[in-house]
């Protein structure tokens, strides 16, 4: 089978605060255990920086010598085609799950070190049920096979179930929260989604994080745990 390969731009070069609060993100990752591969990285609201995060992550990963891949399971409205330059057409998982491609035709080789990524595909009109068939619990379990780590991208579960859905089939869930935008109350009720999907919070990032203001954060992000919730 010929290698399907795309050519991704990296909007985050050079960014010496935000690469080492990615760093931290990825070794808590480490210690969290070796049970935890599938991972779901999902926010409150749209914008937050999810897609970025998710992302820099894999990056990090493959830099250690992880096979790692990115599965964009935001099937209402993706990114990544146009936040990372990709100028191929390709196939995704919407295709996938809908019937329309082999999961063999839907992965992807990119040009940074150990990472592969899954393009989401055609927005859908019923993305959740899509994420609930067995289809996409098959595909994951594949992935488990062939890689280190497999990073889900959902879209933000604040207001829609795609994120919890997919968590059902996953290791462990992060949440990436944007510094003064989201309220406590909005991001335990969004923890609380999560939770009632019976995955596992691995923690939060508090993104965008103004640094006059806040002396203690890095430039852009920081990792907690969850025993500092």
Known sequence: ?????????DPRQNDYFYEEAI?????NIQFSGTGIRLIVVTSCYPNEGKSDVTFQLALEIGKMGKKVL???ADIRKSCYVSRFQVKQKTEGLSQYLSGQSKAQDIV??????????IFAGPAAPNPSELLAQESFGALLHAMRGKYDYVLVDTPPIGNLTDAAVA?????GAIMVIESDLVSRKVAVKA???LEMSGCHILGAVLNKV???NNKY???YSYYYSDEKK
């Open 1 to 9: 089978m010929t290698e399907r390969r795309v050519l991704m731009t």
């Open 23 to 27: 760093k931290t993100l990825r070794t």
């Open 70 to 72: 990115v599965l964009d």
């Open 108 to 117: 992807y080789s990119t040009n940074f070190h150990n990472v592969d990524i």
């Open 167 to 171: 968590a059902r089939q996953c290791d």
């Open 191 to 193: 923890k609380q989604q």
């Open 210 to 212: 103004d640094m006059k």
């Open 217 to 219: 954060y890095s430039k």
